[in-house]
Structure formats: C-alpha cells, structure tokens
C-alpha cells in the first residue's frame, strides 16, 4: 500500500493552461516536499512546507499543505513546455529524516 | 561545487550476480540517503547513512547493504541479484540527519539485471 497518493498519474496540456496536481495520505507528515524529475536525472527539490495550511508560491507555481498535514496540492499558472517531468510530493514522518516518496504526476506540456 | 555524483551511470547484471554502486555527496554534506526508482514509480528508501553508520533502513532485504567512508561517501552493494532489482538506483545527499532537511539527488545509476 502506497503511503502517499498522488493524481493525477499523467497529465497532457497545451501551453498556458492551468493545473494542479495533488497529494493524499492518510498519514500526518513533519513536512512534506515537491520535487521535479526529468527523465536521465535525478529529483530537484523545488519546495518544503512544514504548517498546516501553508502556502508557498515559486513564480508560476503555488503549493499548499493540507491544515491536517495530510495532504498537499501543487497548482501551476500557464504551464510551459519547460514544465514537463515528473512531479513527486515526499513526506517526513515524526522526527525521522527518511522521505517517503508519493506515486509521481508525469506532466507534459505541449506547444 | 559538485553536486551529488554516482557510478556507473549504466550497469547490466545477471541473475545471482553482485553489484556494487557509489556515491559522492554534494560537498558539505555529511548524511548520504540510497532510494530505488522502478519504471513509473516514486523512488523507494532503502537506507541512510551518518557518521559512518547505517541509520534508518527501509522495508528492503538483508541483500541490500552498504557503506559510508570518513569522507563522507558511499557505497550500495546488491548480493544475489534478482530480476526485480532492475531499476533506478538514486544516491541522495543531505546536511545532518533531520526530518525536512532537503535532498541533493545525483542522477542515479540504471541497474539492469538479466
């Protein structure tokens, strides 16, 4: 059983539409993560939350963590292609320093 | 400043055999973390290490073990390879083990096992 759910698991767009992707658990997290994949590499980190109820924003990008620490969403303004990977919410449990990784959302964004 | 960096990029095996795979974390980093990666998946913890000791181990068997040298680097070995450990294998460095602390992935090492 997957610990962090998320969906969707693929997501194809047109240029300057908007998305978001979410993240469920039934598990409370210390902090969760978003990170990027492109394929050949490795994940890039691109935000941590760590309140219940907090909202980060990066540019076109907007992510909030659920007030019960449970859930998260990434919202993302006028997709670019550049946008395209592999999105992964991570979450901390208790004090632990081991992240347990979601399902993954592959994005891809056309012209 | 180098980031995370791993050996062999591209690694093919046959069934029974043993691997071994290596890591250099992101300079000043000192807690170095090894996820599997499966086809379409999220990577999967397999275990950490700090101060040269293996601190936390996720739900992988006694096959998977490993290492971390004084300098901080790290080794993952594999014994008696089995089709199913074909994946991605992440190497993923960080600053003192805490909950939260972020992750400096290196772009993994493609292990597949015939």
């Known amino acids: 059983t997957q610990l962090l759910e998320q969906s969707p698991q693929f997501l194809s767009i047109q240029e300057g539409e908007n998305l978001t992707v979410y993240c469920n658990s039934s598990?409370?997290?210390?902090?969760l993560q978003w990170y990027r994949q492109e394929p050949g590499e490795g994940p890039v980190l691109l935000v941590t939350?760590?309140?219940?109820?907090e909202v980060k924003k990066l540019k076109r990008l907007t992510f909030q963590f659920g007030d019960a620490r449970k859930d998260s969403s990434l919202h993302i303004t006028a997709a670019q292609p550049g946008d395209t990977g592999l999105y992964l919410c991570?979450?901390?449990?208790?004090?632990?320093?081991?992240?347990?990784f979601g399902t993954g959302t592959r994005l891809q964004v056309t012209l | 400043d180098a980031g995370v960096t791993q050996s062999p990029t591209h690694l093919i095996k046959t069934r029974g055999q043993q691997v071994t795979l290596r890591c250099s974390p992101k300079?000043?980093?000192?807690?170095v973390s090894w996820y599997q990666q499966a086809l379409g998946q999220g990577p999967q913890f397999i275990f950490q290490?700090?101060?040269?000791?293996?601190?936390q181990r996720g739900n992988f068997p006694d096959r998977f073990s490993g290492h971390q040298f004084p300098n901080y680097s790290s080794e993952l070995n594999v014994n008696a390879l089995l089709l199913g450990d074909s994946a991605l294998y992440l190497c993923?460095?960080?600053?003192?083990?805490?909950?939260?602390?972020?992750?400096?992935f290196g772009n993994g090492t493609r292990l597949t096992v015939t």
């Open positions: 598990s409370v997290f210390s902090s």
């Open positions: 993923a460095s960080s600053l003192v083990a805490r909950h939260g602390s972020p992750l400096h």
């Open positions: 939350v760590v309140t219940g109820g």
């Open positions: 300079s000043g980093h000192d807690t």
């Open positions: 290490y700090y101060e040269e000791e293996e601190r």
């Open positions: 991570a979450g901390a449990l208790g004090t632990a320093s081991k992240l347990t």
